[in-house]
């Protein structure tokens, strides 16, 4: 190829690999900005406080801050709290009597985000970051919660005591729903195997899902995971084939 063509896709590809393989900020990285919490915070003033609470700590609804919060939202990214609390709150809203915009939660989150102790930076949080931006505690990121329904792929193997167990599994990783979805088998698809093992209960919770007949596939697993000294569990919701073959 002439090098002059390959200069010039150098150029134009660089950035856009770059960006695809680089890896997601966190809420401590400084996601929002003062203004925008402060916003936030006058919307929550007027639509939220009077349930969850001034200060986030629950009055007639759950609180928004502390340990209890964090481990239902972490791990998991941005756009999972907003799409609740843009779908759901206010409680008992119905369609046309919602006054609330979609920056406005957007505003709402960064002040729920400023109400838990997260860095404000110099530029506002926006819509399309949402995904890309993971709840995490003060610690950094952490390992799913206990009971937490997440997403993985490995391998699927039968024990010699029959159990079905997935093998050379990845770390698994928040799922906002139980059934897979087509962007969930393209991105799992395109994921290396991992080194962990997983045991696998209610496979009978899975539709017309026979295990004998994807053992050595390379599969997707979506459930509830359960941590457990040399024994990690996942509580199937959804399994899907990705490959006939598990060899990458």
């Known amino acids: 190829m002439n090098p002059r063509v390959v200069a010039l896709l150098v150029l134009v590809l660089a950035p856009a690999l770059a960006h695809s393989q680089a890896p ?25 406080a009077a349930c969850h609470g001034v200060m986030l700590e629950g009055v007639s609804a759950p609180e928004l801050t502390g340990n209890r919060f964090m481990d239902r939202w972490r791990e998991g990214m941005l756009d999972g709290i907003y799409g609740f609390i843009r779908q759901r709150m206010p409680l008992g809203r119905t369609p046309n009597s919602n006054t609330i915009s979609d920056k406005e939660y957007l505003d709402l989150v960064t002040f729920i985000l400023k109400g838990n102790g997260f860095p404000a930076g110099a530029t506002e949080l926006v819509p399309d970051a949402l995904s ?10 952490q390992r799913v919660p206990d009971g937490a329904l997440v997403i993985t792929v490995g391998c699927l193997s039968q024990a010699a005591d029959g159990r079905w167990l997935l093998v050379r599994a990845v770390e698994p990783v928040r799922s ?17 195997l991992g080194n962990q093992v997983f045991r696998l209960a209610e496979l009978d919770a899975v539709p017309d899902f026979k295990p004998e007949d994807h053992a050595g596939h390379k599969m997707q697993a979506k459930g509830y995971i359960v941590w457990q000294t040399n024994a990690d569990r996942i509580s199937l919701s959804s399994m899907v084939m990705l490959d006939s073959v598990c060899v990458r």
């Open 24 to 48: 997601n900020r966190t809420v401590l990285d400084g996601v929002y900005s003062d203004p925008q919490a402060s916003r936030g915070q006058n919307t929550y003033n007027s639509e939220c």
């Open 132 to 141: 890309n931006i993971r709840l995490v505690g003060k610690n950094g990121p």
């Open 176 to 192: 906002r729903s139980e059934l897979s979805t087509p962007s969930d088998v393209k991105a799992s698809s395109m994921q290396a």
